[in-house]
């Protein structure tokens, strides 16, 4: 995969699973939406690329998605610390 189809594919993992309601909470304009998306994609993909340890991305992206989710006013910072603990979760599970 390239970096732009990374890049789509993990906003659009991100999208979906977050879900209408968390990403236009609070009449966020869909620029602002589009923005965390990519924001997203782009920290899971960074944290990806900076460890020689494992880390699972959709994993990453998919809890960051859910944290969204059951707190649509959720910070990035809450996201990625959501998504930084579901990859560090699935990596003990596996080593």
Do not use: P
């Amino acid at each position: 995969m390239t970096e732009a189809e990374s890049l789509a594919y993990y906003a659009a993992i991100f999208a979906a699973d977050a879900g209408t309601d968390a990403l236009y909470y609070d009449d966020r304009y869909t620029d602002e939406m589009a923005h965390m998306c990519v924001t997203v994609a782009k920290e899971a993909i960074r944290r990806s690329e900076a460890t020689e340890d494992c880390f699972y991305t959709m994993a990453f992206v998919e809890a960051a998605a859910n944290a969204l989710n059951q707190c649509h006013a959720a910070t990035l910072e809450e996201m990625f610390e959501a998504g930084q603990m579901e990859s560090d979760n699935l990596a003990g599970m596996w080593l």
